[in-house]
């Protein structure tokens, strides 16, 4: 039929004429299909969708659990607890139905385990307490009620309940209840309703209360029981590990930054797959303020466990991500000079190619001495040196901005500014706007070894808190290194 | 007696010999207290702290109520929401005390009513699905589980509770859950443990669950009209409104930096009270990304209000508000120009004070701009004449920085550098070094520019999706600007 075209799938009452090879016309009739076949195409679309997004949707999963086991871990943990906690129900039937304060139990596991053992304790405590305290407040408040009669007791009770929970409810608007106590205020309004809106006499309730907080402190012991001795996972500990790498991050992105830049224009700064990545690894650290302040605030609660005492100072460790997030945000304008539109030719480059190498490399070792003296907890003896070193690196890069001017090309021609009024001297025009973008990318980096500095006091600060090792080399022999 | 000096409080043995005017020797005694005048001191101290504390902490908290109403609404807000809910169940009695169904209504408002009416309706809407899918589940269970015999059914009971607890603790750790489901996923194994715990008949248990779920509609439900209709907090408001006052900010910060750099150093920087909050106001979006996302997830939970329709693109205000963080980084590093060491002559300041104002305050007028955009939600006719205008006002500033060289004084010396086969010009050196800092503040100013560019379209791909109106100018007299 030679180049016959087909129509086919077409629905329309369109006739398509189309002349083939021996010059006759023919017909195309397209090819109909009733509703019933339409429908199971549908619906095959439909589940062959749906089956591809189940499939990523699990390989995702698989990812998530493969890249940390420890997740996996913890749900296993969590299902254990479970299951620990209806055992010792099933083997000992205490209740009559789910009625009973047997749920209590249940239903602590399931609201208080969390991955971290620092947000166990905290939502563990905080249920604790909170129900203790609403229990006794409530229990008070109803006795006073049922004691003023049966007319009066439901006014009493309904304004108790609105106060305090309107007044709880305000409390968690202050940073430092909510910070601290949040899940507590929350448990703290729920028992007190509760108990509340309960038409107990107080005899009974006070058995009630008994119960239900028995049953609540068993669950809240199990789970932080489970939580410190199954496989813990120590917020404090995370915290930590999560601040070194960040250091790590940051010191791999500026080296890179300067590496890439002085590389010059033969090798786009995207074509190297690691190099582009470690370009951007700073950011990890921009972003990590939020969890790094959630788990500071359960690392208090955790008791004292690896190389931290109970009263590590977590709040110093914020100071040190502020300050390497202050590094950051200049590694981040020094990124953009590796697109800017005006670059400096290459020969000027190389002028301060080596300078800005030895400032970046001796600011990335400090980040990476400050990084291992807060991973061994160990002071380092060579800080100090460091420090000099980058100074004069520093000092030297700023010799070299100023010889610079040596490679300004003298031109004359007719001045366009405003200011006629000033110097006559020859203009030197094209190159010193060949030189600005070097000069702006040295400036840069001369204020990223400042606020280095600014790290290794932050660094220095949370050593003389910690009560960090000193550093091997003061005390030769006396202590090892863990 | 002269300039004797007193050592009031000194508990120790030590006697203090001290010279007074007429040349005698005195020796102070220690002041002596007994035990109980001591006790008494301390604790008047204790008390007199823990006071100031109180006082503290209220002062603190009616500042808050004071600086947003709104707060205190809400407080209100949830008490008159339980209040109403004790009282439906005090007027019906239909429950036999705290074990009956009733409980869980007041639980449910509690635990559900959030500040925002999109975190409100994300936990209602979750716990009523969760409830529901969790329930049917179990029930399913118990049903296989109790047609299998009495012995193999505990460890059906038991082995769904660990694997179902387990997956769904997992499906936590995926971003897309955790984000849209994660109180939903707590939710389902509260009440699958639950219902697998309870030793009831299925036929009872398809009693309590329809009671149970009854009970939980009822409570988000009041918490969901109580959430929508009185005195509301819309999240998807609260951020479009964020991101407007940190776009202000962030311009005013920009704004104050360039003045208070050029103003010179007659003016310490921090000496302008105002001001000096300004040059500070740019944090405020550095350090709002974690509540933005929070906003952006439950804003996706609300119905049409307001000016917004329920699929208004709120992920696209995330998009500018990443791109507004971007001109915030730039701003962080142009800040500490203030506070550089190395500063540029007032006279060669001058050269570029103008240009760098106009950059400056093109770049302020399109945030501005923008900002408005996005409050009217009306497309700005003038905006891309704004652009036009800034792109001329950073080739101005080229052009000034070009002509910079003119004020380089030619200076004859000896040549320290590496490069002795370099040019044999005349050696610029003083002038260079002192025009390095304007370079770098004018080329991080350029820098920023491009970066308000890209805030530019992050607003029209926002203005785009969210169908915004179109400029007043482009169609008079057709639609009048709300």
């Not at 058995?207 to 609540?216: E, G, S």
């Not at 951007?280 to 208090?300: H, I, P, Q, T, V």
């Amino acid at each position: 039929m030679g180049n016959t075209k087909e129509a086919i799938g077409m629905s329309s009452s369109v006739e398509w004429r189309i002349q083939v090879d021996d010059g006759s016309k023919e017909i195309l009739v397209p090819e109909s299909k009733n509703g019933f076949q339409r429908f199971l195409a549908a619906l095959k679309g439909l589940i062959v969708n749906f089956t591809l997004k189940i499939c990523n949707f699990f390989k995702k999963a698989w990812k998530i659990g493969v890249d940390d086991p420890r997740k996996v871990a913890h749900c296993l943990r969590v299902g254990v607890a479970l299951c620990v906690v209806s055992l010792f129900y099933y083997m000992r039937p205490l209740y009559e139905g789910v009625g009973g304060n047997a749920i209590w139990a249940v239903m602590t596991v399931v609201v208080v385990f969390e991955y971290t053992v620092g947000a166990t304790l905290y939502k563990s405590l905080n249920r604790i307490c909170a129900t203790g305290l609403a229990g006794f407040l409530a229990i008070g408040i109803h006795w006073v009620a049922s004691q003023s009669g049966t007319k009066i007791e439901p006014f009493i009770l309904g304004a108790s309940v609105f106060l305090l929970a309107s007044a709880a409810t305000f409390s968690k608007f202050i940073p430092v209840v909510k910070a601290r106590f949040d899940y507590g205020v929350t448990i703290f309004i729920l028992t007190f309703s509760l108990v509340s809106v309960s038409g107990y006499r107080v005899e009974k309730l006070i058995d009630m209360a008994h119960q239900r907080l028995a049953t609540i402190i068993i669950g809240t012991a199990l789970c932080m029981v489970v939580a410190m001795v199954v496989y813990p996972i120590w917020a404090g500990e995370e915290l930590h590990f999560l601040i070194i790498r960040n250091m790590d991050k940051v010191s791999d992105s500026l080296d890179c930054c300067v590496a890439v830049y002085f590389k010059a224009d033969e090798a786009n700064p995207n074509s190297d797959e690691a190099c582009s990545k470690n370009l951007e690894a700073y950011k990890s650290a921009l972003n990590s303020k939020g969890s790094e302040d959630a788990m500071a605030n359960f690392a208090r609660w955790e008791p004292a466990h690896g190389l931290f005492s109970f009263n590590h100072p977590w709040k110093q460790y914020l100071k040190v991500s502020s300050a390497l997030r202050n590094c950051a945000y200049c590694i981040e304008a020094l990124n953009s000079c590796l697109y800017a539109e005006n670059k400096s030719p290459d020969f000027v480059k190389s002028h301060l190619a080596d300078t800005c190498s030895i400032v970046s490399s001796n600011s990335c070792d400090i980040i990476k001495e400050l990084a291992l003296t807060i991973k061994t907890m160990t002071r380092s003896s060579t800080i100090d040196m460091s420090v000099i070193k980058l100074n004069d690196s520093v000092q030297l890069l700023h010799e070299n901005l100023k010889s610079l001017s040596t490679l300004l090309i003298p031109e004359e021609g007719p001045q366009n500014t405003t200011d006629e009024n000033e110097h006559k001297e020859p203009v030197l025009t094209v190159s010193l706007i060949e030189v600005i973008p070097l000069v702006s990318f040295a400036s840069l980096l001369i204020d990223i070894a400042g606020r280095v500095e600014g790290l290794v006091q932050a660094v220095e600060g949370l050593a003389k808190l910690a009560d960090f090792k000193p550093a091997a080399e003061e005390k030769p022999g006396l202590k090892s290194v863990n």
